[in-house]
């Protein structure tokens, strides 16, 4: 024995490694096999299937067209074919393959005739609701068509395709026991098995002694790669560096259409013509290309296979060289599949994916033209996806790289910000949907309004975690629902005015004033304003505000004249000032403030019109004024004659008086008192005289109306005749 096999333990060693790798080798090419074996049959007893069905719709329809409606007998009589044709249906189908009709009837599968398998005439009824029993006839009953593997009536595991006949209502079963597809490889997996071991055992002992058993394992070797090659599921075709057929495996066969011994030492194309889907021509040599490259190489996209019979496959395909000691190329080898399948679903991914295109397209383009933007926001971080016009909106001239929910309340209006992240808020935590209209300011500081609206989107898991939306500029026409509502308001807010002017007769010039700076408020959406008189014959104002409040620039400490300015003061920011000009002078201001917005041409417009109105009504109180001194004039001219005379009265009683305290009158304190009331009458006489010829009104206070009836009385007795009495009570 040679010395590396001395030691018993090596030599069990080896023999161990080498029974793993022969196992494995087996096991390997026993699933090859098997799954080549189940594709074929998988395509074969499809096809019976298929073509059984097809013929029994042919009978029905030629059955119907014959006699347009088919009476019970003649379904039965169909039936009848059916059955006296069954027997034949089983060639091919090996000692367990059988076909099966069956009908589903309320909740039973109710099978039509006798089975091959069957222990009575016709299989027992089969419950509906069991699937796990007679799945392939559950599925072609459903209305379904394909091939699986799985249990029959039986319960048995087979390799089943089954098909629905729609006409009938019938279910077609064709199956085999799948123990009869893996019998044959058991078979041979065993006898492998057997041979292997005994030629392991044999080689193992020959390889300590001789150099054959090395011979033998490489014949053994290629032997198994030729099991291999015909056992892969994929078409292989290996070429000569002519590009002539030298072999191909049975996968190859099927897709070209050409036997293996009509194919061998055929050229390439000629077995296996490939044009391009797409410009129908044909494409470039495999071999050749594989020959002059030196390397592996895939077929373009889009070849197409011509099989013998002009049936066409898409087919993706690779081709490498086979090289000998030396790396000079001997051969091709092609390994190809049949993607027609594929294709067609890439295809009409490829469809979709540009019709999403095309509808994402026209979605942006219509936003465009809305002057709207669309917006994707992620709950969770706050992040969002935009469209173009959506930064457009907010004043940038290109998308910005990232945007967040906080980067938008940054743009809206300190005025509307609490609103807005409320309403999102209340949104988020209620599912709800997210509109509202809002004022933002621009990157270029212009303000602008925006309408924006949302809606939630849940993820594959069902959970909320999106809100999508779009967001569009509203502006103009925002400011022309103010510019209405402005406009409706003005007409309201004079309308009212005018009327507080007619029904003010008798009213004060300040009550009147308040009346205007109310109106101008509400017409210029103002805070604060005041009307202040203005000097006639200066022009300055003479620092008397009519109405109640005062205005300041900045705060009190800052005005020039802190120390003359009241603590109420009114701050004011924005103003708006307008001047009130009656008879070419100008007599007063009305000034109106801290707006919310800039003042704009609208608001002085509308102004000067409340001035041009005031002025009016001045007009209208100083003419009444007029009139009042003029009346009072003439009526002191009536009354003079009785003043007068009552005034002689008290001048006679004070000097009468005086006497009696020259000649030394006893009851001097009396005398006194008599003067002094008559002085005091008098200074009242002439104080109504100088109220009731001034202009103004005078200082108004709680008077006593008894002493004043009894001065009118002795004013009345005097310019009355003697005949007249005027009694007291």
């Known amino acids: 024995m040679m010395p590396f096999f001395q030691g018993r333990s090596r030599f069990l060693l080896l023999l161990g490694i080498m029974l793993a790798v022969v196992c494995i080798s087996i096991g390997i090419n026993l699933y090859v096999l098997h799954q080549s074996i189940l594709e074929v049959e998988k395509v074969r007893i499809g096809a019976i299937a298929k073509s059984q069905a097809r013929l029994i719709d042919s009978m029905y329809q030629a059955a119907k067209r014959d006699s347009k409606a088919l009476s019970e007998g003649e379904i039965n009589e169909i039936l009848s074919v059916l059955t006296r044709s069954y027997h034949g249906w089983h060639e091919g189908l090996g000692n367990t393959g059988e076909i099966s009709f069956a009908h589903h009837q309320g909740d039973q599968i109710e099978y039509l005739f006798r089975q091959r398998h069957a222990e009575t005439s016709i299989p027992k009824s089969i419950p509906w609701n069991i699937p796990d029993v007679a799945l392939p006839m559950h599925h072609a009953l459903a209305g379904e068509s394909g091939v699986l593997v799985g249990p029959d009536y039986r319960g048995v595991t087979v390799l089943a395709a089954y098909e629905f006949i729609a006409p009938l209502h019938l279910g077609l079963v064709v199956k085999i026991d799948l123990s009869e597809l893996d019998a044959p490889l058991l078979e041979a997996a065993e006898k492998t098995f057997s041979i292997a071991l005994l030629v392991l055992l044999a080689g193992s002992l020959l390889f300590a002694r001789i150099s054959e058993g090395v011979i033998q394992k490489i014949r053994e070797g290629e032997q198994n790669l030729s099991i291999t090659l015909n056992s892969i599921g994929d078409g292989v075709i290996v070429t000569d560096r002519l590009g002539h057929v030298t072999h191909m495996n049975p996968v190859a066969e099927m897709l070209t259409g050409w036997p293996l011994p009509e194919a061998i030492r055929q050229p390439l194309l000629a077995v296996f013509p490939l044009i391009n889907a797409m410009t129908r021509q044909p494409v470039v040599d495999p071999v050749t290309k594989v020959i002059r490259s ?436």
């Open 294 to 729: 030196g390397r592996v190489e895939g077929m373009a996209n889009h070849t197409v296979l011509t099989a013998r019979d002009g049936t066409e496959r898409q087919i993706a395909d690779s081709g490498a060289p086979i090289l000998d000691p030396d790396g000079q190329v001997m051969g091709v080898v092609l390994v190809f599949r049949d993607v027609t399948e594929e294709y067609r679903t890439r295809q009409e991914i490829e469809r979709s994916e540009q019709r999403l295109r095309d509808s994402k397209q026209r979605l942006e383009l219509a936003l465009r033209w809305g002057h709207m933007g669309g917006w994707d926001l992620d709950l969770l971080d706050h992040t969002a996806n935009r469209t173009l016009e959506h930064d457009h909106i907010f004043g940038y001239p290109s998308l910005l790289p990232s945007w967040t929910y906080e980067m938008f309340i940054e743009h809206v209006l300190p005025e509307d910000r609490f609103e807005v992240d409320h309403l999102f808020q209340e949104a988020v935590k209620t599912h709800s949907n997210w509109s509202f209209e809002c004022r933002i300011r621009r990157v270029d500081g212009e303000v602008r309004w925006i309408w924006v609206a949302g809606g939630h989107q849940l993820d594959d898991e069902g959970t909320l975690r999106r809100m999508a939306g779009v967001v569009q500029d509203i502006t103009e026409r925002k400011q022309a629902e103010i510019s209405a509502l402005t406009e409706k308001n003005i007409q309201v807010a004079l309308a009212r005015l005018g009327k507080a002017f007619l029904s003010s007769q008798g009213g004060t010039i300040e009550e009147i004033a308040q009346c205007v700076l109310t109106t101008s408020l509400a017409v210029t959406g103002s805070q604060s304003g005041s009307v202040d008189e203005i000097d006639p014959l200066t022009g300055l104002s003479i620092n008397r505000t009519i109405t109640e409040e005062s205005l300041i620039h900045g705060t009190s400490q800052d005005h020039p004249k802190s120390h003359s300015v009241s603590a109420d003061s009114v701050s004011a920011n924005q103003l708006l000032s307008v001047p009130v000009i009656s008879g070419g002078r100008t007599i007063a201001q009305i000034v109106v403030t801290n707006n919310v917005r800039d003042y704009t041409q609208d608001d002085r417009a509308v102004m000067e019109r409340i001035a041009d109105l005031f002025a009016i009504v001045l007009g209208r109180v100083n003419l009444e004024r007029q009139l009042r001194h003029a009346g009072r004039l003439e009526a002191v001219g009536t009354l003079a004659g009785g003043v007068a005379h009552d005034f002689n009265n008290i001048l006679a009683i004070i000097i009468g008086n005086i006497e009696l305290v020259t000649f030394g009158v006893s009851e001097l304190d009396e005398v006194i008192k008599n003067i002094s009331d008559a002085a005091s009458r008098g200074r009242d006489l002439v104080r109504q005289l100088l109220t009731f010829s001034r202009q103004t009104g005078g200082e108004r206070q709680r008077l006593n109306p008894i002493p004043l009836v009894k001065e009118v009385l002795k004013l009345m007795r005097s310019t009355l005749p003697s005949s007249i009495e005027i009694r007291e009570n």
